[in-house]
C-alpha cells in the first residue's frame, strides 16, 4: 500500500528555518509528481510546492516563494520542503502529497498524503 510520512516540524522563531522530510514508498516514486501542502487552523488545506517526477518543474504558492524549497531524491524515494525566514503565518499542519501523473501544481490531482508534520512559528 501507498505509505507516506513527514517529520522535521516543530516550534521555531520568527525568521528561523526548518527543514522537513517525507519518506514515500508502495508507488513508483520517480514517476510521481510529489507536493507540499498545509492546513492553518480555520482554513481549507492548500498547495505549498509541487516539484514534477524529475524534479525539473517545480512551483510555489506565492507567499512562500523566495523563503522555502522543494526538492526530491529519487533513489531514497524522500521529498523535501526546506523553510527559511519563518512566519507566523506559515504555522500549520504541512503534508506531503503523492500524484498519478508526472506533475501537477492542482492539488485536486493529489491523490494520498501522509498524517502531517506540526510547524508552529512563534515568538
Known amino acids: 500500500q501507498v505509505q507516506i510520512a513527514e517529520s522535521g516540524g516543530g516550534l521555531v522563531q520568527p525568521g528561523g528555518s526548518l527543514r522537513l522530510s517525507c519518506a514515500a514508498s508502495?508507488?513508483?516514486?520517480?514517476?510521481?509528481?510529489m507536493s507540499w501542502s498545509h492546513q492553518a487552523p480555520g482554513k481549507e488545506r492548500e498547495l505549498v510546492a509541487s516539484?514534477?517526477?524529475?524534479?525539473?518543474?517545480?512551483n510555489y504558492k506565492a507567499s512562500v516563494k523566495g523563503r522555502f524549497t522543494i526538492s526530491r531524491d529519487n533513489a531514497k524515494g524522500t521529498v523535501y520542503l526546506q523553510m527559511n525566514s519563518l512566519k507566523p503565518e506559515d504555522t500549520a499542519v504541512y503534508y506531503c502529497n503523492a500524484a498519478r501523473r508526472t506533475y501537477s501544481a492542482n492539488l485536486r490531482d493529489y491523490d494520498y498524503w501522509g498524517q502531517g508534520t506540526q510547524v508552529t512559528v512563534s515568538s
Open positions: 516539484i514534477s517526477s524529475s524534479g525539473n518543474t517545480i
Open positions: 508502495g508507488f513508483t516514486f520517480s514517476g510521481s509528481a
